[in-house]
């Protein structure tokens, strides 16, 4: 207890308020601005971390940014001899839950209430603020209307209090005085009451969660009664999952009726069925307070609704007669001709050139009204997302979208949603943090309709899945067929029901005559063929819009029948088009508008040497082409890269040389990932055999191929063991109950030794390599949560130890005995780490940041450690440049 006349920084402690379990709670005076407010002192467990103080000043502030009259506004933050604390607005009245023990409110005061709370927590929402611990308690009446207590910070510490139930009762929000008993007898009381089945359940909270306790508390209200009772914390909880509570009107005769139906839908047990947003819930209270419900409600406002109605049907007659007028002078004159299109183009902002590539996130879009458009402009080796509102011409960088990839709109051009640091998420335009939808690990492609139902490509081996807009839990939308290895570009027809998408074979295993766009609908599993194609297409004002061969055309196309007519009509020639991704840059808007991208768009890259500064070493080697994969030589002297045909995609394995020469080395089938034998005389790949695929072993001066291992899903080899016996491998698949795998497959031709799985779990294991000394092998897996580098010894025993600590997008050993390099993806460096074997494991050392990567398709390092080979745009590649044409039907017959 803090006494009366100590001092917090600036504020002086006047008299104590209440205490909990969350802290206590002081009357205190602000010295500076001769204000009282109120101060919340932290108790020890929560201020003792570093890491949650950092946290809880990250939410803090964020909630001191959200500016509304029936929020209580977190003024300041502070630390005063190892306590925190939080200054708030300082109020006078009583909290709701006092009031509540004395009876039922009346209908008026109980809607006014209704509406006021609504109208914060969607203020708050859409901030990204989720309270998760509303209840009465947490809520002031005032002179001036309610206000809700700490909005938002029981986010903070919803996620250190533990799993289950326990990860969901943060107490933040303002205690009753310890006095007060938290039991009576044969009822639990507090949090548990007004908890979302769903928080019970320990799975993550959102606005729903608020507003299946927004639900509990107007229940309370309207009857004086708790929505859910129990004898013991397990009853109660039953209750809460189970039970739905009696109706409003049994218990409180004289309630609006209507206000029986918003209740029932806040407590929906699925938050799929409950309000998606609390201004929903606040448009059906203003609507039962307006008269929207008879029963209950006083004489005016019935009266006032019968005025409005005759009102209506006034207007509704001058409108008729206004229509008829606008018909006649209609059929008077002929129709006009469609306006002629005009062009224009996007500027990036000053000192910098657009990035719409998809290997840069595939980042064109148009807002379906027409107003906006998003774009990536790189500064430097950065890639930033942007908002351009065209009638303005004045970009932003979106705040909260950093490393955002394939964006795209909500219907009604509020939110964009994106994918990055392996989650999908979502964003106002209009300002506020970025909102977690969905794990989305490398997502590629999104649409939303206008139901809130969204399709997305999680990673570029699944199908489409599909989710609720303000979040949920993924379910698959469409089912790979045999031969096919991913479904993307999943865009809405205008019904929002049924939907076209992607379906192709890429990676060594492709079969190009299986890629195709598909209709198919959200209530069956049905597919329709709609057109053979490589590229992802747009419906827009009857047509559909896709790239043939570098062209962008349109051709008719009747949703309903699901057909196309007549000749496919060119639109614009050079635009962008990315083979890796099966996608052209260009977009539609409702309104008429298109944008598509040129100029640097083309896919072929150069291969170029470069140090450990990041400094270019030498020529360039080859001459430009689509690489997918390389390797480095154990000498150093040659290239062994994976080049695909322009015209269908399939790669081919070829070696060059220092004199610039280009040998052939498979044909037929796709091939890919080629690896260098130590002694030079043999390269491994894999190779596409039916719905699967083989890893293939030949000699580089050409001969017989010889089959090592076959898999029914994709395995491509990564490394070869520098004794010459092993090779590394990945076997990846969607089938696979256990993900991504590491194999070793042997190389002799005894027969002796068959490939076997090494590393096998629920998570992925991929792209491991081994040390020179063949005592270890690294691999890149997702057990942390997300992907990290790892170490363990070969061929065993031991257990593995983590070398990165903040992800990695690939890595391996360099050459130079136990050195590990690796790409640091929140950094978009490579970095070098020294490892020490010791007598029970290895000894990690401290992480070396090198250089700043640039833009590649296609890497491998030297074997003796000091050179990066990168596949990287040339560099007299035309600037790209984006286009906007205006009424772009006009030009086609």
Known sequence: MIPPGARLGPYEILSPLGSGGMGEVYRARDSRLERTVAIKVLPPHLSSSEEMRQRFEREAKTISQITHPHICALYDIGREANLEFLVMEYLEGETLADRVARGPLPAEPLLRYGIEMADALDKAHRAGIVHRDLKPGNVMLTKGGVKLLDFGLAKFHAGTAGAGVANSVSRLATEAPASKPLTERGTILGTFQYMSPEQLEGKEADARSDLFAFGAVLYEMATG???????????????????????????????????????????????????????????????IAEGGSQAGLPAPVLARRRSRERLAWTVAAVALLLAGLAAFGYLRRAPAAPAARMRSYLLPPPKTEFSVLDADGGSLTLSPDGRFATFAVRDGDKTTLFLEPLAEAAPRAIAGAENARFPFWSPDSRFLAFFADRKLQKVDISGGPALTICDAPEGRSGSWNRDGVILFSPDPTNSIFRVPAAGG????????????????????????????????????????????????????????????TRSNVVYASGYLLYLREGVLVAQRFDPAARKLSGDPMPIAQGVQYDPGFFRGSFAVSDSGLLAYATGVGTPKTQLRFYDLTGKPVGDTIGDPAEYTNVAVSFDGQRVAAGIADPSTGDPSVWILDARGTHTRLTSGAAADWPIWAPDGAHIAYARRSGLGTEICVKPSAGGTERVLARFDDVGKPTDWSWDGKYLAAEVTGTGRKTGGDVWIVPVSADGGEKPHAFIASDFDEVYPTFSPDGKWL????????????????????????????????????????????YGNPATNTSNLVELKATGDGVEIGRSRKLFTMPTFTALAVTHDGQRFLLAVPPGTAEPARVALVENWTAGLK
């Open 473 to 532: 839990k993924p379910a698959p939308a469409t089912t790979l067929a045999p031969g096919e290895t991913t479904h993307r570009w999943a865009t809405f027809l205008p019904d929002g029901r049924r939907f076209l998408y992607m379906a192709a074979s890429h990676g060594a295993g492709a079969k190009s005559e299986i890629n195709a766009i598909y209709e198919a609908a959200l209530d069956a599993r049905e597919k329709t063929e709609i057109l053979q």
């Open 778 to 821: 690294s691999y890149v897996s997702t057990e942390s949560g997300r992907a990290e580098l790892y170490v363990t010894p070969f061929p065993g025993p031991g257990s593995p130890s983590q070398v990165s600590v903040d992800g990695t997008a690939g890595g391996g050993f360099s050459g130079r005995g136990l050195e590990l390099f």
């Open 225 to 287: 009664k708790k929505a859910f009772t129990g004898s013991s914390q397990a009853s109660l909880i039953g209750s809460i999952l189970r039970d739905d509570p009696p109706a409003i009107t049994e218990i409180s005769p004289l309630t609006p009726p209507a206000l029986n139906r918003v209740v029932k839908t806040c407590l929906a047990k699925d938050p799929e069925d409950r309000f998606q947003t609390a201004h929903d819930v606040k448009l059906q209270l203003q609507w």
